[in-house]
């Protein structure tokens, strides 16, 4: 039995393809290794590492801002 895309459905695969897509351009075109120094401590690290590192460091510290956030209003409708 052949299943049939619906509209929605066909848009939201030829997004992800379009989004893949770009991702692997970001990915190939950012390998060049870059030197980190902080301090007394230095690394060399591919880019893309770099920006992944930044990326999820940001992500982190926005949910936990934005639980801190919902914690208080939470307790203040109380």
């Known amino acids: 039995m052949i299943q049939r895309r619906t509209p929605i459905?066909?848009?939201k695969l030829i997004s992800?393809?379009?989004i893949a897509f770009l991702?692997?351009?970001f990915l190939i075109?950012?390998?060049k290794?870059?030197?980190i120094n902080f301090l007394f401590?230095?690394?060399d690290l591919p880019r893309i590492v770099l920006v992944?590192?930044?990326f999820t460091t940001g992500a982190i510290f926005g949910v936990i801002i934005f639980s801190m956030y919902q914690k208080k209003r939470i307790k203040k409708t109380r």
């Open 9 to 11: 459905e066909k848009i």
């Open 16 to 18: 992800l393809g379009v």
């Open 23 to 25: 991702l692997a351009i």
């Open 29 to 31: 075109q950012n390998l």
């Open 33 to 35: 290794i870059v030197s």
């Open 41 to 43: 401590w230095g690394m």
């Open 52 to 54: 992944f590192i930044i």
